[in-house]
């Protein structure tokens, strides 16, 4: 049974593939040769994963340092059979990709009424520029992509693109001050890595963070937590392909829940309100049954919160996210259906392009409308802050 008409698709999690120009018109001239650029590839170059840069192919480059994916899985549209061709070139792309004005046409086909896209360049949390030789430079890419997301990106689509943001993580200070002032432009959300500590920051078991997280509770953002924004990837044999980190990647947003729930931060931040982008929702009801079962039992012995079950935090603070997920689905009641949110992830693989609606609606269609409209619209606005739709 299709959807609804009434119901518009709220997407709350795609990425946008930053066009060239993006640094290059933001950056100080003093800074533009070693900030992101994209360059044209002359010798053979090996990414990350062994596939080949051929020449002629265009690479980004940030500090000298190349980096590896062009447009990371940027694949939605084509065939199965065609999504491991990593994209080369820019015009191996669909506009809709760079171009704000091309994406909300894409949303159209798709019949998702609203985005709220992750960075590619940067990656997923910003954590990119974590990584800099000059972090001065790195602040200023971070405030000139934020530049580019609030005034060109989301301002070519308002109320269609929703606007999240990254911070410079290595300054507690600097990530506060830079959420006031784009929470003053309209910002909405803010990419946030799922756990610090392999980034070689400090945990959410610290009070490091707390300065931030005041500001983020003041300034009224939600946080997104996409899984892989750790740095770090589960791995089992050495032999293993790829397909067993792609399989197993919702392990980290397990990973995140529990070290959230048991440790002091929702406690010391009562008003945050936490995203598992990317994570699929399946899991759920078991992991949070093991939590509550694994804090009746030891909490009397254990440096953690003795009053509250960590299934009644998640209630507070948490939502979850699925694509297509039929055993989320299903288990729906024991999440909870106002924690579950949609997202579509164009333009990578798992990605239903152009048949999202369709796809999700097939996947709803024993779902009560009014369940089904909480899930795909009405918890969206909700955890983002969004006005009610007007029609």
Not at 107 to 124: E, I, K, S, T
Not at 184 to 189: E, L
Request: hydrophobic share 40%; aromatic share 8%; net charge negative.
């Amino acid at each position: 049974m299709p959807l609804q008409s009434y119901m518009k698709l709220i997407s709350v999690d795609d990425h946008v593939i930053e066009h060239p120009s993006v640094w290059e018109t933001r950056l100080p001239p003093a800074m533009r040769d070693r900030g992101p650029r994209v360059v044209e590839v002359k010798e053979e170059f090996r990414g990350r994963w062994g596939e080949t840069f051929a020449p002629g192919s265009q690479l980004w480059v940030y500090e000298d340092r190349p980096n590896p994916q062009l447009a990371l899985n940027a694949v939605a549209g084509k065939p199965y059979e065609e999504r491991n061709l990593e994209p080369r070139r820019y015009d191996e792309l669909m506009p809709g990709c760079y171009d704000p004005v091309a994406r909300v046409r894409d949303m159209d086909l798709d019949g998702v009424h609203a985005q709220l896209c992750f960075p590619n360049v940067p990656r997923f949390a910003g954590t990119l520029f974590l990584q800099s030789d000059d972090l001065q430079l790195a602040q200023v890419c971070v405030e000139a992509y934020n530049d580019f997301i609030l005034d060109e990106w989301c301002a070519a689509a308002p109320g269609r693109l929703i606007p999240l943001i990254i911070l410079p993580l290595w300054d507690v200070d600097l990530a506060a001050n830079e959420v006031r002032r784009c929470a003053a432009k309209g910002a909405k959300a803010i990419s946030f890595p799922e756990n610090t500590v392999p980034l070689g920051l400090p945990s959410f078991w610290t009070d490091h963070w707390d300065t931030l997280f005041d500001v983020v509770e003041d300034t009224d953002l939600a946080l997104c937590m996409h899984f892989g924004t750790s740095g770090s990837v589960p791995t089992t044999s050495p032999e293993a392909p790829e397909i067993v980190q792609i399989s197993l990647m919702g392990t980290n947003s397990m990973f995140a829940v529990v070290d959230i729930l048991f440790s002091p931060l929702l406690h010391n931040h009562p008003a945050l309100r936490i995203m598992l982008s990317e994570g699929g929702i399946g899991w759920m009801p078991y992991l949070l049954e093991r939590m509550d079962s694994s804090w009746e039992r030891n909490r009397s012995y254990m440096p953690i919160n003795q009053e509250v079950r960590p299934s009644e935090l998640f209630g507070r603070h948490i939502w979850g996210c699925f694509i297509d997920d039929p055993s989320g689905i299903r288990a729906r009641d024991q999440i909870g259906i106002d924690r579950i949110l949609w997202e579509g992830d164009y333009p990578h693989s798992d990605s239903n392009f152009p048949h999202s609606r369709k796809i999700l609606g097939e996947a709803l269609a024993d779902v009560p409308d009014e369940d089904a409209h909480r899930m795909v619209e009405l918890n969206a606005r909700n955890v983002l802050r969004l006005a009610p739709d007007p029609s």
